[in-house]
């Protein structure tokens, strides 16, 4: 198949044909949402299994996506753009606190979103992992973009005197998969701590990068 199937114009029941595509969407995403998060997971779901839960045809499947691994990138996508976008509004909110509740207020934040719903969390570290190259690479790309969410705390730190300057993007890298692991992990049932605990914990390591021993001088 060389590209979606044409979609109709012009308004029916109400609803124009944009927005008509619009809710199809939303509800293969939900219904992504559901099995590729859930069971059987993306692997063992097929685009009849996908377009029934939606309650939509395969034909209008093809309408809005090429394959599954499309479906599961988008999913991948708005998944962690939730999450930023809440840990955004803690850090706009927090700018004036110092940086121990700033963190804080940031990571509960992130943390509190992204184990809202576990279905989340396998979409973001499970389901995703070994798909294809591609989706590799968008992984990548979305873990980068966390490191510069981290590297731009950081900087503003250094700016404001609460922080060793330095280069932070090898630290950022490595917290995030401290991050990713003890998140999962935690919401799997292999951590026992509240998830309270577990924003602490993750506190303590970011301020122990950007405050090592021995920082300020003199201390």
């Keep these: 198949m060389t590209g979606r199937l044409r979609q109709p114009t012009g308004r029916y029941g109400g609803k124009s044909a944009g927005e008509r595509q619009a809710e199809r969407r939303r509800r293969f995403l939900d219904a992504a949402l559901q099995l590729f998060g859930d069971s059987p997971g993306f692997r063992g779901t097929t685009v009849a299994a996908l377009s029934e839960a939606a309650g939509l045809s395969t034909r209008q499947f093809y309408e ?130 509240t998830l309270d605990e577990i924003v602490n914990e993750l506190v303590r390591q970011l301020l122990a990068i950007l405050r090592p021993t021995g920082w300020p001088p003199g201390a």
């Design 64 to 193: 809005e996506f090429h394959t599954l691994e499309d479906v599961l990138a988008v999913l991948h996508l708005q998944v962690n753009g939730w999450a930023e976008e809440a840990a955004s509004a803690a850090l706009a909110e927090t700018r004036d606190l110092p940086l121990a509740e700033r963190a804080t207020a940031i990571f509960r934040a992130y943390a509190a979103n992204v184990t809202s719903d576990p279905r989340r969390i396998r979409i973001t570290f499970v389901e995703i992992i070994g798909v294809s190259p591609r989706l590799e690479e968008q992984r990548l790309e979305r873990r980068s973009r966390w490191v510069d969410f981290i590297c731009a705390g950081a900087a503003d730190a250094v700016a404001r005197g609460e922080a060793a300057p330095r280069d932070y993007r090898i630290a950022a890298t490595a917290f995030i998969g401290s991050v990713n692991g003890l998140l999962h992990d935690w919401r799997a049932g292999w951590v026992d701590a």
